[in-house]
């Protein structure tokens, strides 16, 4: 089992910086994914950002050169530094981990935080 905490959420201006960090512990030495996910009501869950342990970063072609993802060595704390903020990264902001082979992810080693609200006014 991992567990996940999300933190760093708030209110920022459009323009503005955000840090959100992820609290990672358990079992995480069996995690080879790390992403960061948004939600807004009424839409589906979608990819900010992933780091895997072979291929490195990915972001969304959204927040591409605004975003960067990050994790520790220790695989217990992931971060993803926010600028250049718009009101359209208003979300809920989720992180996960998980466990995949070739593309292939197991559900039983997939894990959520419960979130952590961003709101960026215009």
């Known amino acids: 089992q991992v567990q996940l905490v999300e933190s760093g959420g708030g209110l920022v201006q459009a323009g503005g910086s955000l840090r959100l960090s992820c609290a990672a512990s358990g079992n995480t030495w069996s995690i080879n994914n790390f992403g960061w996910y948004r939600q807004t009501p009424g839409k589906q869950r979608e990819l900010v950002a992933s780091?895997?342990?072979?291929?490195?970063?990915n972001y969304a072609d959204s927040v591409k050169d605004r975003f960067t993802i990050s994790r520790n060595d220790a695989k217990t704390a992931l971060f993803l530094e926010m600028s250049d903020l718009k009101p359209e990264d208003t979300a809920e902001y989720f992180c996960?981990?998980?466990?995949?082979?070739?593309?292939?992810?197991?559900?039983?080693?997939?894990?959520w935080g419960q979130g952590t609200q961003v709101t960026v006014s215009s």
């Open positions: 780091i895997e342990d072979d291929t490195g970063a």
């Open positions: 996960n981990a998980r466990y995949c082979v070739h593309g292939f992810c197991y559900p039983d080693h997939n894990y």
